[in-house]
């Protein structure tokens, strides 16, 4: 699938990154934050809005906006690169369509050995009351 006009859909923030790393963290804004907009996208048809909103659900906002953010580097290009490789294998892990389970059917051997077992268990239960003697 060819995603180049959904990448001109995507918007990017740049904000500072968290944790340590000195004065260099306090300066530089390296941490990208993507933002995709998934109700007001024209790359999906509705169908496959759909679908991502179920998949997504737990990660949009209220007004159906994806947000994404990587500060693992240092540097901007490469938290940007890697956001947006996160963002596709997300769309594309969504837009993926189940397979259809085949039912199979139990082979006999298993379901004689469920038997058999059942059968021994309620053996050695029954061995263990005391004999009857009338």
């Known amino acids: 699938m060819d995603f180049s006009q959904?990448?001109?859909?995507?918007?990017?923030?740049?904000?500072?990154?968290?944790?340590?790393?000195?004065?260099?963290?306090?300066?530089?804004?390296t941490k990208i934050e993507l933002y995709f907009n998934l109700f007001g996208s024209v790359f999906f048809n509705e169908e496959q809005?759909?679908?991502?909103?179920?998949?997504?659900?737990?990660?949009?906002?209220?007004?159906?906006?994806l947000i994404l953010s990587c500060g693992e580097s240092r540097s901007q290009f490469k938290n940007k690169t890697i956001v947006t490789k996160r963002f596709l294998e997300l769309i594309e892990e969504g837009l993926k369509e189940e397979k259809e389970r085949l039912p199979t059917k139990i082979p006999k051997a298993v379901k004689q050995k469920r038997l058999l077992n059942k059968r021994k268990t309620s053996e050695k239960k029954a061995n263990r009351k005391p004999p009857k003697i009338d």
Request: glycine share 10%; charged share 20%; hydrophobic share 30%.
């Open 49 to 65: 809005k759909e679908r991502l909103k179920a998949y997504l659900q737990n990660r949009l906002t209220n007004s159906g906006i």
């Open 6 to 29: 959904l990448i001109n859909e995507i918007t990017y923030r740049a904000v500072r990154s968290s944790g340590s790393g000195g004065q260099h963290v306090n300066k530089v804004a």
